[in-house]
Structure formats: C-alpha cells, structure tokens
C-alpha cells in the first residue's frame, strides 16, 4: 500500500495542486515506464505525464543527446534568435514527418506549452480570416488561458477564468447527439451554412481526433471528414489540436491521417520534445503564414535543449514503421483486455490507438478505480465529463509484459470496487 | 561585420519570427555575457534572452546540477505531482528570498512561460473577488495569450489578438499626463472610488515597477505607495509583474523592494530557473489561495530540471548580498555613460538597476544604434511606445571590463548614427 | 400600377430607410384594412405594421377612447409615476387576459419598443439567476439594440452591431436539422445538461413560438412542451417572444396556449397599444420581480396615451371569444387558398392563426410576387432566412370578402411571376 | 401634506418603479407647469418628465395638432414608409432649426426612445469606421438597453446588465480630475494618440454637453473644443447626446451651440415630440450614411402622431428667439436664488439654462430635499454619483411667478431639513 497517511505536498504549495492528491507519494527518478518514489516503491506507469512522454521516462539515446548538448554549452535560451540546434530540429521534422507523409507546413514554435499553441493557432487564424468566432465541440480540451479555454468544455475550468468565455460557439462531438446518424454533421452545417442561424460565420473549428479529458473518445473517419468538406465548402479553417493524440500515441504520428484528411493547421506539444522538456509547434499552410514579426512571442519561444531532444526523439523512433507496429499490437492486446471487463461489467471501450477508455456505467466507479490501482503500484488517471471512464495513456514503448502486468491490476481493481462477478446460472453456461 | 546577407532562418519557419531578423546569424553556443555564433564570431551579450539570463549563459554552477540531475535519472516531467525536485526548490525559495524579506505567500507553478503566471493571476484575481475587470497601465507588456494580451498597451500585439481585448480598462502609468504630480493617481482614485466613474470595481490592477517593452521606464517609490495605497482603500488587489525586472534586475530580488510595498501578488518568470530553462511562479497571500484542484493547470507546470537549475541559481547568488552590491556598482557606471551620451546628444536615460534605457529624441536613431551595436559585436535591442530606446540588459553576473566595452560600443554606434558632436565653441570653453 | 418611377423618401432621410423602397407612394391616411397614398390610391393591408395593428388601422372605439382622454388634459407623459390610465389599463388586462388564462404575472413597463422589452427581460434573467448566457433559436428575430441584437439569427443584421454579440447561444429551432425526430431538442439537453458541453448553464432561453422574420414559421406544440420541460429541468428561464405572435395573432392571445405551457416571462408589443402607439410589456413571474427601483428605466416607459388605447382595445375586442373565432375562420381559408398554390408551384404553407407564410422553391420569386402585389394593390412583405417566405400579416378584424380579395391578388401576381400552369396531362385528370 | 400612507402602485406593477415612489399620488390630469393627482391637488412641476416636457404639459397648439390628425384617420403606424407627416416633420426641422444654424445632417428615426437612437448612433459610428471601442465620460447616462448601459457611469445601473459591459472606455469628465488645468484633455490625448495606451482606437467619443443623470453638470466650452479638436485629429467620431440638454434647454436649441462646434451625429428624443410623444432622431453627418436599408430597423419609428405634435411644436416654439430669451432670463434668476442659497449653506450651484443643480455638502440633504419639496406641492428630482444635486428641471414655458414660487418652495424645503441658519455676528452685520 503507497498512499501515506499525510499530503506529500510542501507546506508552501497552492491549494490548486491536483495530481499530488491522485497520487501521494514524492517521486523522485523514473526510467522507462516506471517511476520510483523517495521510499524506493516503484510504479508502473499508464499515464505517462498526460501524454507527455510517449518514449517513456528518460529515454537513454535522447538524454545522451541532451547532456552532451549542456556539456559542451549549446547555446541554452535564444528567444527565436537562428541557432543550429532549432535548424536541425526544423530539418528533422521535415525529414522525418512531413516529407514522407506529403504534408505542406511552415512551422511556428510559440511559447513552449500546449495551450499557447492553441491560442496561437485562433489568433491567427482569426488574423487570416477576419473573422472572430471559433468553433470548438463538446467535451474538449484546449488549455486554461483565456483563449484556449473558450473552446474548452469543462464546466468547472471555464468557471475558473472569472470572465464570459466569449467570440466562440461550441458544437456536438461525434457521437454527442446519440448514435451518429449525421445529426452533427447537419447542425454543424447549419451553424456555417445558414446566414440566419446567428452563428457569425467563423474564423475556424478546433477539433481534437481523440477527446482527451473528453473521456478517450475518438470521433470515426467518416465524421472528420464530414468536417473537413463542411469547412472547406464555406471558407473555414480546421485546426487539429494534436497536442494529447498526436507524436504517435494514435496509431500514427497524427491522428488525422487515419481519416486521410489535412487540417489547415496542427498543433503539437507535451511528447513533441521527446522527454519531456516544454517545447511546442503549430504547423499552419502556408498560406496562413501571415503573422507580422513578432506579432506573436513568448520568451520561451526558442528552447533549444527541448530542440536537441526532440530531434533525437525523432531520429530514434520514426525512422522506421517499428514503433507504429509495437503500438497497433499493444492497443489490440488493450482493447481485448478491457473489453472482457467492459462485457463483465456493463462498461464501454473507447479510443484508439494507446489512448482507450473503459467507461463504467457508475461514473465513481472509475475513479475509486483508478484509486486502487494506484494502491497496487499503477499510476492511473480518469477523465470524462462525468469523471467515469478509466483513460489508458501507457509510454508508446510500453513492452507487452508491462502492458499485461498492469491490465491485470486494473482487472483486479476493478473487482475490488466493483465487487466479485455474479457466477452465471448453469443455463447461460450451457446456452 | 556580422550581418549576413542572407537570412539565416530555416526556410519552412513562419514569417512570425523576430529576432532572427534583429541578429540574423545562427548562434550555437554560449558562456557567460558572450554568445558564439557558428562561424566563430563572438557578440557580447546586453540582452540576456530578454532578462531570462540574469546570470549569464550557462552559468557553471548551475549547469552542473543540471547535469547531475538527468544522470541520475531524475524524474523530468510530472505535472504537479509532488517531487524531491519540487520540495527543494520551494525550500531554497523560502530561505533564501522570501524569509529574509519577512514576505508570506503560497506558491503556484503555472504553465512554464510568463504569460501563463500573468493569466493564472488574473484568474485567480477574478476568482478571490468575484469581479471582472483588470486594471493594466499605458506602456505595459505582460504576454500574447488573451488574457494577457488584454492588459498590454503595445496596439500591433493587441491587433494580433483578431477580438476585441475586454474586461480590463487602462490606466496611465507614472509620468504619462506630464511631469507627475499625482494627476495619473487622482485617475486611478477616481476609476475605483467613484460609484458613477463607469469603471466596474475591478479585481485587481497588474503593474511592473520597471516597464521593460515599454522602455526600461520606472515608476518612483511614491507612485508605487500610492498605488498600493489606493488599492487597499478600495479592496482591490496588487499584482506586481516581475517577470522582466524581478529576479535582481532591479537591483533587488523584487523590483517593488525599494518601494516597501508588499503586492497581494507577484508574477516570476525569465531569470527564475537560472540558466533559461521555462519556469514561472505566481507568488500569492495565503488568503487569496482559493483555487480548485486543478483549476488552473498545464502540462509542463512541473517541469523538474527547472526545479534543479532555480535552486541552485538561488544558492549560488543569494546566500550573500555580493550579486547585489555588483549590480548597484555596474548601474551606476552604465548609467554615468549612458547620461553623457543623453547630455551631448539631446536624449535621456531611464530605468533602474540593470534595467536601463536611452532613449533618442528622434525615435528611429534607437533601432539604427541597435543595428550598428550589433554590426560591432554587441547584442542589444530597443524598447518604448515608439521604439526610441535602446534598452541595456546585460547579464547581472556581467564584469566590469565587458561593461565598459559594451557601453563604448553604444558611444561608437551612436556616433556613427547621429553624427559627430558640434564643437563647442570656445566660449563655452573658457566658461 | 402604384410604383413612382422617383423615390419618394425626404431627401434628408437616411439611407437605412427600408420599407420606403418595399413600397414606394408616401400615405396620408388609413382606416381598417385600408392604406390610402397622398395621390388617393387605396391599398388593402396584408402588413399591418408588421403585426402592430391587429385591430386594423384607427380602430374607432380605440381612436375615440384617445380623443376623449387629450381632450380632457389627460396627462400624457409620466415616466413611471402613478396615474389613473396606468392603473386602468393594468386592471383591464388582468380582467380580460390573465385572470380567465389563469396566468399569475406581475408586469413591467419598460421602454415602450419591442426590442426594449427583450432587453429589459434579458437583463431581468441574468439579474435573477446570476447567469450571463442567454441562449436563442436559429431564424429568430428580437430586435436592433445590443441585447436583443445578440439573439437575433439573421446575419446581416447582426452585422450592423459592430461589436461581436456575446454572451448568447444559438440553438437550432423546431425543424431546423430536417425532419423533426427529437434530435434539436437532444441539442438542448445537451447544452443545458452535459457539464463539459462548453456551454456555460444559461439564464433563460428566448423563444418565439410563431417566427415572425423567420418566415412565419411555427413550432409544434410538442416541441414547445419539450423546451419547457427541458429548461424546467435544468432550472432555466423560459421567456417567450411574443411581440409579433402575441395579441391574437395566433388564435389565442398569446402564441403559447396552443401548448399548454406557462412560461417564465413573456414580451408584449406592437399591437398592445390597440392602434399603434408605442407601448410594451414585460410579464414575469412573481418570484422574478427582483429589479431594484429604477434598475431599469426609460423616459417613455409611462405613455399614458398608450395604456388608454390599450385598455379601449382589450374592453372592445377581448371581452368574448368572437374575434378569435374570426381568425381562425380567416385563417383556415388562407390556408387553403395558399395550400393551393403551394401545390401548384412546389411551395409550402407555413405559420399558424393569421401569420401565414408561403415557401416558395425559388427564393427571389417571393420578392418578386410581393412587388406585383403592391402593383396590385396589396402591402404585403417577405421574410425567411432567403427572403423566400411571403408572409400575410393582416389585420386580425379583415373581412372575409377583404381577405379573399388579397388573395386572389397574390394568386394572380404569382401567375404573373411564375408563369401559366402547365395544363395537366389527360391521365393526372382522369387519376 | 400630498404623501399618502400606502404606496399608490398597482398590485400588478414590477417592484422595478421609481418614480411612484418618490411622488406617491396617482397623477390624472396636467396643463402647463402644473400636475394635477386624483384627489384633485395640484403639483408644480420642476421635473418636467425628466426633460421630455419643455413646452409643459398638453401645450394647447400642439395638442390641437394631434387631435386634428387622429380625428382626419391620419395614418398613425406606419415603420419607415414614406408619410406625409414625416414629410413635414423632416421639412420643418430643416427649416426651423438645422438651416438656420448652417447644420448639413441626414436623418435616422430609430425606435422612439432615447436609448435607441445612442444605439442606433453607437452602431453606426462601428460601421463607418470599422472599429469597436467607444468612449463615454465618468457620471454620464445614456440609456439602459445595452449598448447605451455600456457608455453609462452609473455602477447600480451597469449592474443591472447581468453581462460585463465591454467594448468602450470611460474618460474623465470636464473637472473630473480637480480643478480643470487640462488633465482630462491629456488623458484623452494619450488615449486616442499613445500607440501603446492600451485603448484600442476608438469609433466615436460619445458625450453630454450638460450631464443630467450626472448632477446638472455642464462642461466648459473650452473643453468641448478640446474634445471635438482631439477627436478630429486622431479620426474619431465625435457624437453629442442631446438627449436630455437638448430642444432649448441649454439656452440654446442645441446643447454644443454655446461652444461653436459641430458633432459628428447628435441623438434627439425627450422633448423633441413636443408633447411627450415618443419620438427620437440622430442627426448624422451625410458622409456617415453607410447603413444599409433595415440595417437598423424597430417598429415604431414611424409614429406618426409623434412626427405631427413635434411639427407643430417647432413652428409654434422655434420660429423666433422669444423662448430662448425666456430661458436666459428664467435661468438668471434661478441661478441667483439658488446661488443665495448655496452662499448659505455651503453648497454649489451647477447647470446651464434650464438644467440647473444645487449641490449639497451632505449628500442626502437633496433628497430630504426634495422630499419636502413635494410635500409643498413641488415634484422635483435629484441626481448626481451620489444623489447629492437637486436638479431643476422646470418647462421651459415657466412663468416668472411659477419659477419664483418653485424657488421659495425649495428655500423653505431647505430651511426645514438644514436648519435655521446661524445668525450672522453684529460686526458681521455693520460690515
């Protein structure tokens, strides 16, 4: 049993503090997939920093190349200053992403984090199109400055800005309406199409392929395509926000390209830099390249140790299809895992790629879960409007052994909570 | 002759970049107040990645823990969970700045970058109070997301924003009405005490006791007290935003020292890891602590090796009063220079501590001196409504040999701008 | 033919003038159904001021009632001070409307305009649930200024604001997403009830029962019962619009009887004045009643001339039920002749009580029938969301032999415009 | 003694009445100066339905006019289609007051409130410029709908909004900031010319020549000199609302006269009809004609019967200067008595024309104030931040023997709730 008695939190620290309350212990290293605690417990890790450490927790071959970058006193802190490390960075990007996936982007790094990518990526698509109103959809997240959060769901963190959240609509995710028989699609439609709907035509739609604290929703092909023709049909721009599914965690280096559509601008963050280190992106046409100099900065906007690792991340492991493969077998092994207990229990798979949910039918269920995982060495999180699905978010390395190990403590968690399955009448056994 | 004649930038960056264009080579490495571009060349450095390298570049110190840190595994991202990292950082924090100076505040780790402490203090403003509207100041810079945006003077930013800056109002900064004489207070008095002035009692107003994009522009002490004075009458709350001359900039740890004043809150960034890494710290009274778990959060607001590298800043520079007593010393020598220069060529200097500006009655001489500083080894940037002032904000750590080299080439630079200086006629002479 | 080949605006006149260019002659006087032009041209009212004089033009009773009461030095202009016509026209009202409704309200008098009385309840929702997000209906139209602006749908007229309208949502009206099956009102459970759908909860949803500028078009009652209980629910406000429906217009006083339901607050208007003077009215219920004195005002909230007017035309035309017989008599012999139409020219009739309206498939041909009309001798507009609808307004008091009359002139302008009737072939005949 | 012991309100009325409470009668009939209530008593009117009765109560030429229209089945409703009696309305001002002062304005009939045409006036500045902001100055009113709230000063009524009111600025008034030296022209200087102020540049400035609401306070001339020559250097609008101070009560048709310039657009409404009808203008620039047709668009603005009374009014009022040498000398000995009584009491006097204060040291004394003078029989009201101005607000068509006992009325009201003045010392006497 890791959970001790008292907060671990420093007597110093905000009350605004979240995630040393799911997990309360201080770690203090972490290698690979797991974490080790200032008593030396270990944990094994299917959180993987929200994302954000998709190779795992210091991945050799790129903290190598970090250290070797301080050694010799790379240049650190540059602004948007020219530097070699951001050129190679920029060229491998090139190299390894864009170029083989046929893909058109000049590249914009803004401040370092995910949200002000996104708030990046509205003003200037606000900018491009003179327009002011972006559309975001249900149960998405964005980030919590005041743009990002406008097209952010979550009644509580909107609650938060202590202003209106405005210039913004928010439409039906896939699948919100009940089962998709199109009935987003059409209002979406309407809101663009139809001068008379009150919906002042938008500047763009941010839309995330797979909903993160959305619950590891992932909308099907057929409906962003259905949103990529009705925002081309009427001038509007799509923006993927793949800062949580992108960097490969859904089944390909962005989860656009399974539904063969390109957005008109992508954000990138949290695994971008390959191990952590704040580093973000947002790849725009160019076309849209219509910021001024300077019209949008940030004093982190050129951190070249998070350049240096995130080349070598890139280097390491998409130079081949072997990691995208590891992936699809590991996300089938998942899926299968959880869908026994889903039929056992009366919950719902989600997501795709090694971004799954299991939904529980009682939303506290997930959370008292997750809870007991944490009991039996596994780091977990839940996400979801209601807090009720159970959200799968392992380093993409993850081997099949780690994986099995902590489908088994979930599975047995899961009993814990739930209690022990109802044996089946000797009727069902024969049916 | 440093500048190229073409662009150094990688060619799928976006048109948005600044200050590739400024100092267009590529820099690769640096060490102390001297970057090294990948051709050899060295620059001294007066800008110090725009106050974010207070102790120069790579620091060895510093860089050490650094290094030490990720070799042994330690944990790199964590959201906020708590970490040994964290723990001790705080601890440093505690001893060495806020303890001495008898100040109590909690402390909350926003997303890494300035912006994201400003608009995690405005909502936290917001929140504690319940009101809406945010006081900023004419001149003022505190970052590019909405939020921050809103409480920024510069218009070209604001216009990036592509809506309307809203729920804040702006009011002048010492000195704008004209040699001051408590007009711009009477302002302020008026737009929080009087029930018809149409001023919604606002939450908080956001000040920097130096504005740095405004032009290395110091408020006095007195103007200071009375803004803190009229905002107690009224329960409205202060917040200092020192992310640019905090951090000992000013010749203190905090820039509202001198005034004796104590904000109800305070903003770090820039220089607060020490050696560039993105770190930023909202510094809070105990009873404004009213945040949610998770109310306000990120990605990378836990980001470690920050942790590492602040501490060991903090114990490097501020067991002793030495860095302090050097800046006063450097100050005076830079601004003794610098008056000459103002006094023969018609301008006047500004600022406080190693935040110093001089500014040319002729507004585009600043940039042109900039650009001819930096053809002669120096990086330094210009600031101001009009960018008439060329801003010097060399490294704390700097000599005083690299000093007086950096302040004749400015003598040198401004010479070859403005012209040779009239001789004085022999009357004056004799006189 | 009636059209001058001149303008016949003043020459100062603003370019906004609008129905001045819809129907060309400058009239002197009117009577009942009939407008008579300063050159002696009579021309039959399917307009009625846009639904103001549903007891025709100088109604004599009313007109009679008004005479006497100027006569007598009966003061005219009280603001919101105690007068004898106030309290007669309040008495009156409960008399005839509300008490034999069962309705419970207390009343306001705002300023005496339509869209004063949307604002006035806006700000009444917002006051008494402590919400800001109001939401609206696609097609809906509530008025000019900046409140009732922001829920109205049409584009261009939002346009005109200047300002992006904010703080509302739109949602897509009964029919909007095809074929009614429950799916616009899943939209609004969603909205009000999923806590991550983005929307912030509403203060109250603004509905119009019967859209006036969107086309006459009218909800089915089971989707009205369904936004009554779905905002009951979430403990929204429901306030219905029924300035243009309201007042007999639908068969009933008010446009939501048909439904059985009670709203929260309703708007009165246009034709509550009896004979055109600017008067409105906001209902709410008694819980609601929270503005302070004065909270919201207006020079012309008391126009004493209006509430004698308005008392005259309650006494004269709401004491028995013969009026209302007489609408819905006129109005199932629109209906047919219409019906005939539409089926012969691919339209669709649309509306209830005397707010008819007829679709037709190509959207100019509307315009184009309503100018033939005026040729004719007949006022009548268009309206929709493409100007395809040709909405009949008239009286409520017109003769069957008027009524009859204007639409033999429609059909024959729609002959005129959309050419002969193809001549069935033998077997349709014999089928 | 007029104050009944029971509230006078209907049982159904709104608890959002004001006036009913201050003066607690039912009012039934009214001539000239004087009210007359149900039980017969008389009231002496120095309210004059805050402004909208400059010419008294049912001013028999007027009245006339109107019952002679009604009683010809004149047409009453008609929107914006051509009459003729817009027709004349439109010729007589022309030729009674605009041509006569050399004005060149279009004309705009919004709804026929006041707040309306600020509405109509602030959208339209938006349009013509193609910017948002507006500024509006400390303790002034322009209405309540929420575009007129937003330029408003008054906290309690801005609260009423439920929304943040956004998109304008507010400015110091004339005197605002102490004795007037220029402060407030600065700050509207930075305002509009600092490119870092922070205030977006504005659409229009949007000014009271004499604030009303505001406490009867009148700008210097050479202040609206500075407004309108700062205004027109930096390419904004500027827009007089002669709301309240305007059709003669400054001493002057218009309120601006006085100081020789020349708005950009001026809104009329109050008195504007003459007799209390509902009636209001925007007098524009014709360069500033850029609405569309309907673009700002209302129900009744086209009240005829309001187009005829005020027709009959300029012809009756404005054909020679009688009325405005009647105001001058009426206001003159207004200003003496009250000053006598400010001498003694320690107050101010404010105003200009007939729009007069008398400010108290303690600011409830007004009200007492005034509630003693309607004890007396005189209805008057008080205004100012802080409700500390009696306002005299009589007809214009006073009586010098009506003024003179309004006056006396308020010296004993004074006397009553101050106290006996201290008597003056014997050598103060022989003095």
Redesign the interface.
């Known amino acids: 049993m890791n959970a001790p008695a008292v907060s671990?939190?420093?007597p110093?620290?905000?009350?605004?503090?979240?995630?040393?309350?799911s997990?309360?212990?201080?770690?203090?290293?972490?290698?690979g997939c797991t974490?080790t605690d200032?008593k030396g417990h270990e944990h094994l890790d299917f959180f993987a920093?929200?994302?954000?450490?998709n190779y795992g927790?210091?991945p050799p071959d790129v903290?190598r190349a970090?250290?070797d970058y301080?050694?010799?006193?790379?240049?650190?802190?540059?602004?948007?200053?020219?530097?070699?490390a951001?050129?190679q960075f920029?060229?491998t990007?090139?190299a390894r992403i864009l170029q083989p996936r046929g893909l058109h982007?000049?590249?914009?790094t803004p401040?370092?984090?995910?949200?002000?990518a996104v708030?990046?990526a509205?003003?200037l698509?606000?900018?491009a199109t003179g327009r002011?109103?972006i559309v975001?959809?249900?149960?998405?997240f964005h980030?919590?400055?005041?743009?990002?959060l406008?097209?952010?769901?979550?009644?509580?963190?909107?609650?938060?800005?202590?202003?209106?959240?405005?210039?913004?609509?928010?439409a039906?995710y896939c699948g919100?309406?009940?089962p998709e028989s199109g009935?987003t699609l059409?209002?979406l439609e309407?809101?663009l199409g139809?001068?008379?709907?009150?919906?002042?035509?938008p500047?763009a739609v941010v839309v995330e392929c797979i909903q993160g604290e959305?619950g590891a929703r992932a909308a099907t092909d057929a409906w962003l395509i259905g949103v990529r023709e009705i925002t081309k049909k009427h001038g509007v721009l799509m923006i993927v926000d793949d800062?949580q599914a992108g960097c490969g965690r859904s089944g390909g280096f962005f989860s656009f390209q399974s539904a063969g559509i390109v957005p008109d601008m992508v954000t990138l963050?949290?695994s971008l830099s390959g191990?952590?280190?704040?580093l973000s992106l947002?790849l725009?046409k160019p076309e849209l390249?219509?910021?001024?100099?300077?019209?949008?900065?940030?004093?982190?906007r050129g951190?070249n140790?998070a350049f240096v690792t995130a080349a070598a991340a890139l280097d390491r492991y998409w130079s081949d299809d072997r990691l995208m493969r590891h992936v699809r077998a590991r996300s089938r092994e998942a899926r299968e895992a959880l869908g026994r207990i889903a039929e056992e229990r009366g919950g719902t798979v989600t997501g795709r790629g090694l971004m799954l949910g299991l939904s529980f039918p009682v939303a506290a269920q997930a959370s008292a879960v997750a809870r007991a995982c944490f009991a039996r060495g596994l780091v977990i999180e839940t996400a979801?409007?209601?807090d009720e699905v159970l959200k799968l978010l392992p380093p993409l390395v993850i081997t099949q052994a780690e994986l099995a190990r902590g489908l088994s403590i979930i599975r047995a968690a899961v009993a814990e909570v739930c209690g022990p399955l109802a044996t089946r009448s000797a009727t069902e056994v024969h049916a």
């Open positions: 671990p939190a420093h110093l620290e905000s009350a605004v503090r979240s995630y040393s309350r997990f309360p212990v201080v770690f203090e290293t972490a290698r974490l200032e920093g929200a994302g954000a450490l927790h210091n903290k970090l250290i301080l050694s010799g006193d790379g240049i650190t802190h540059s602004l948007d200053m020219a530097t070699a951001r050129a920029f060229d990007l090139q982007y000049k590249l914009m401040g370092p984090t995910g949200t002000n708030e990046a509205m003003k698509a606000r900018k002011s109103t975001g959809f249900t149960n998405g980030g919590m400055t005041l743009g990002s406008s097209i952010t769901g979550n009644q509580s963190k909107r609650g938060g800005a202590g202003v209106p959240l405005n210039h913004t609509v928010m039906p919100e309406l009940g009935q059409a209002w309407q809101m139809n001068p008379s709907s009150g919906v002042d035509t500047a959305g800062i963050s949290k191990m952590g280190l704040p947002v725009l390249d219509v910021f001024s100099p300077g019209e949008h900065n940030g004093t982190f951190f140790p979801g409007a209601h």
